[in-house]
């Protein structure tokens, strides 16, 4: 009587991975949002796999012949709020215990409390958190509505203005603007100029939709950044990428007049049908907000905590 070994991928950690592992593990997260409809790293976890002098944990799983199954990245940038977690197994080579490998793998590397984001709030990763111990912490939604229709014309404060973004001029009045309006916020309120600057770095970068309110002494009161996904293979898509107003300018509705004229934008400006945005559950105020203009719920994501 002969039995068939299971197949066992091996986990390695690395703290810097080679040009050609960075195109493997990207290919591997195009593959697994593709099949997960959401994208399994967000825009800081990418952002870090491109930088070569970014510090961080790789951990790689492979089939014996070499194919890569399955990475996890390891975010060691806020030790006081714990290491940040996110990870994708190769969607045609689930099921053989390769997550739970990875998970593993990272337990193992860090130490300390873990932040571990599961993108598209996937059943399979909220049974493998549930079995290790991991805690539902936060929920993200990922809101969309149609550009189709008619958007709501911006209603702009008495003396309020809209204008660009100037990149080099702006940068420092809008980091602290930025940092007012999300002061408590866990990731928005800690930007510092070279996660500005590595956005403005970026191809989808562009400054006619980087909409400023200011008032008649030229201040910043508030802000929009849309943002335009280009997917091969896949439909163009609008995001509100971030949305702040001064807490002194709160309560005179600059917040939704800055949200209607980033649409309108999308909409007119790069004619696009249909946008995004997220929001933590939690906030209720913007989402009843986000409610009242037409976006409806597309999907959720996860933190889990450990520690």
Known sequence: ??????????????DRLTPDEVTEVLALARLGGDADGADPFDEHTLLRLRDPQAAAGHLTARAPDGTLTGYAHLDTTEPESGVGVELVVHPALRRRGT??????????????????????????????????GFTRARVLWQLRRPLTGAVPPP???????????RPGADDDAW???????????????????????????????????????????????????????????????????????????????????????????????????????????????????YERLGFARWCGHVNYHLG
Do not use: C, I
């Open 1 to 14: 009587m002969s039995s068939v070994e299971p197949t066992v991928d091996r986990v390695a950690r690395t």
């Open 99 to 132: 997550g739970r490998a990875l998970v593993r793998g990272v337990l193992a590397a860090a130490s300390g409390p873990l932040r571990a984001w599961a993108h598209g709030d996937h059943p399979s990763a909220a049974a493998l958190a549930v079995d290790l």
């Open 155 to 165: 209603r702009l404060p008495d003396g309020v203005t809209l204008r660009s973004f």
């Open 175 to 289: 980091l602290a603007l930025n940092a007012r309006a999300f002061a408590t916020h866990p990731e928005q309120g800690r930007w510092t100029t070279d996660d500005l600057r590595a956005r403005l770095a970026e191809p989808w970068f562009d400054p006619d939709g980087f909409l400023l309110a200011v008032d008649a002494a030229g201040r910043l009161l508030g802000f929009h950044w849309t943002k335009v996904h280009e997917r091969a293979g896949s439909a163009r898509t609008g995001e509100v990428y971030v949305v702040g107003v001064d807490p002194d300018a709160h309560g005179g509705g600059l917040g939704r007049a800055l949200t209607t004229a980033g649409l309108a934008y999308l909409r007119d400006r790069r004619g696009l049908d249909r946008v995004m945005l997220y929001v933590d559950e939690s906030n209720t105020a913007a989402v009843s907000l």
